[in-house]
């Protein structure tokens, strides 16, 4: 089947625009996540959504990223007035359900880069 | 989550079986263990999980301490397709809370020699 797809795949914007990151996860899956890799770095957790419980927003560095997952599905990741130190890999995956036995599956990555 | 310490890198010959340690002292009785992989220019892989008893895939085979406190990843034999960064991971039962995400450490980056 289908796995996680996000889009674009790779986006380049000016120093102060905003930018908006798209993820589907595969189909039936509850729990869907978003973490970034900046060069050289390990990765980093963002956000997270389960069902329609409120979000886990504790990994968001600033005010300026922001996430919505519309109906159970599809989810937009937006960065606010971005910085050149947003450039990095923002990666979304998604998990049948968020606890421990559950694998997650990750999608290709959106490639960010602020000039 | 529970941290855990695991080698910086590692060599193997391809075709050679190849074991990853990973050290979670501070596991907890529900907290899983993952193992996750990222070949160059990729997202990350999943490849393995278990609890108490060992776990055998089409991708690999874990072999989990019978205290908990480590466990070892096992490639039965090494391609250079299996060269990446390999990521040994605990995750809470928690089905709600904080612990749904997966906190990555530095891994091991395998090299695979022909």
């Known amino acids: 089947g289908a796995g996680v797809s996000q889009s674009p795949s790779n986006k380049v914007t000016e120093k102060g625009k905003d930018v908006e990151l798209r993820c589907d996860p595969i189909?039936?899956?509850?729990?869907l996540y978003w973490y970034r890799q900046s060069l050289g770095q390990g990765l980093e957790f963002l956000i997270y959504?389960?069902?329609?419980?409120?979000?886990?927003k504790s990994g968001l560095p600033s005010d300026r990223f922001s996430a919505e997952r519309t109906g159970g599905s599809v989810s937009t990741l937006t960065i606010q007035r971005t910085q050149q130190e947003d450039s990095a890999v923002y990666l979304c995956?998604?998990?049948?359900?968020?606890?421990?036995?559950?694998?997650?599956?990750f999608g290709p990555g959106t490639r960010l880069t602020v000039t | 989550d529970a941290k855990t310490t695991q080698p910086n890198s590692m060599e193997s010959n391809e075709e050679e079986p190849v074991h990853l340690p990973c050290n979670h002292s501070?596991?907890?009785?529900?907290?899983?263990i993952h193992w996750y992989r990222q070949l160059p220019s990729q997202g990350p892989e999943y490849v393995i999980h278990?609890?108490?008893s060992n776990v055998n895939n089409r991708m690999a085979s874990l072999a989990i301490a019978e205290d908990r406190k480590s466990s070892t990843l096992i490639l039965h034999r090494a391609t250079l397709r299996d060269a990446a960064v390999y990521y040994c991971?605990?995750?809470?039962?928690?089905?709600?809370?904080?612990?749904?995400?997966?906190?990555f450490g530095k891994g091991t980056k395998l090299s695979v020699k022909p």
């Open positions: 995956a998604s998990s049948p359900l968020a606890g421990g036995p559950y694998e997650q599956y």
């Open positions: 189909s039936g899956h509850t729990a």
């Open positions: 959504f389960q069902g329609n419980s409120a979000p886990d």
């Open positions: 501070t596991i907890s009785g529900t907290d899983y």
């Open positions: 278990g609890l108490t």
């Open positions: 991971i605990l995750k809470g039962l928690n089905y709600g809370g904080s612990q749904g995400n997966l906190i």
